[in-house]
């Protein structure tokens, strides 16, 4: 008896395939790659050691899947020639060594595209931004013009970071999903979604997103965050008008992925560079992120001249020397009637 673990039982599978193909010159299979998720929670950052993605016995996906049922989904990849791989590369053990390390590469950033990066506590990442050397001067500087201690300064800015900050919450994510699919079903004939499948392949090619949608409706963010979700990508986390943060919606918003703005940074020194460095952080740890360049709706069902305040803070970010690129999604979201009008 011999008992292999899991990547060693990868390496021994595609070793066995490709020797197959070495002994018989006409065989020829197709290996296609199979992401099963079951639920699309990214889990927490002290959280336990293993994922919540983790592999699965039998017991614990027949659990699942009545728990997560609507919520797990399949992905079919793009199929792979042994034979080609055979016959390019050869069938020894560092071939079969090096196509399991690309097949753990591909699940890990069909994982990431479906489900984002793991949430950080709200305390962890409010510390990490107020050890960053910008809000630390901004801080002192806050301090010095206002002729306040250091302290008070500083929780100035924690306070600003309490009304900025999102708190995604996936269980929220799971709940408004279901009201929003009642809600459409009678408002709308049908949602029609085009080039989906263009974005995925960014979003799995480790692109950092940013959808930048028209903005003529309430419904934009509701029903993007909706479509995005069903097409197996992660909600993103979405810039909102500080008006919007108001008791119960705000505390729902932030759930959601809602981070806030407020309407002018002007004469704020120490909000600009928060919200700066939140956004940066956000692009930093590999969060999708959504904002309106018009900056607010019509209110006519007309589109707005962009406003470029937002898109400037997007361009710093990239040029800080991310690891990913980031790529702007232009969006168009069309209605037969908008309902505010």
Not at 81 to 87: E, F, I
Request: aromatic share 10%; glycine share 8%.
């Amino acid at each position: 008896f011999t008992y292999y673990t899991p990547k060693e039982e990868s390496i021994k599978l595609f070793h066995d395939y490709l020797d197959l193909h070495r002994s018989n010159p006409n065989l020829d299979v197709q290996m296609v790659p199979v992401s099963v998720m079951f639920g699309r929670a990214p889990g927490r950052e002290k959280g336990e050691v293993n994922p919540p993605l983790r592999m699965l016995n039998g017991v614990q996906k027949f659990f699942a899947v009545l728990w997560l049922g609507r919520d797990s989904f399949v992905r079919f990849s793009p199929s792979v020639s042994l034979r080609r791989m055979a016959d390019e590369h050869g069938t020894d053990k560092t071939i079969a060594q090096k196509l399991a390390r690309v097949a753990r590469m591909h699940f890990a950033r069909q994982r990431l595209a479906a489900v984002g990066p793991r949430l950080p506590a709200r305390q962890d990442l409010f510390n990490k931004l107020l050890a960053s050397r910008a809000i630390a001067k901004a801080v002192e500087d806050e301090a010095r013009s206002k002729k306040i201690s250091h302290e008070k300064a500083q929780q100035n800015a924690i306070a600003l970071m309490e009304e900025i900050a999102a708190n995604f919450s996936y269980e929220m994510i799971r709940l408004t999903d279901r009201i929003l699919g009642f809600t459409w079903n009678r408002l709308y004939q049908g949602i029609n979604v085009h080039n989906a499948e263009r974005v995925r392949q960014l979003a799995h090619d480790g692109h950092e997103l940013v959808y930048v949608p028209c903005h003529r409706s309430h419904m934009d963010y509701l029903l993007l965050s909706y479509v995005l979700y069903h097409q197996g990508l992660v909600p993103p986390h979405i810039a909102a008008g500080i008006n919007l943060n108001f008791w119960p919606a705000g505390p729902i918003f932030r759930r959601l992925g809602a981070f806030f703005i407020r309407r002018t940074f002007k004469g704020n020194k120490l909000y600009s560079t928060v919200f700066r460095e939140y956004l940066g952080e956000l692009f930093s740890r590999g969060y999708s992120v959504e904002y309106f360049v018009e900056g607010g709706r019509s209110r006519t069902g007309r589109l707005l001249d962009p406003k470029t305040g937002t898109l400037s803070m997007t361009i710093q970010a990239m040029l800080r020397g991310g690891t990913r690129p980031i790529t702007l999604i232009p969006i168009y979201i069309g209605y037969e009637h908008v309902m505010e009008v």
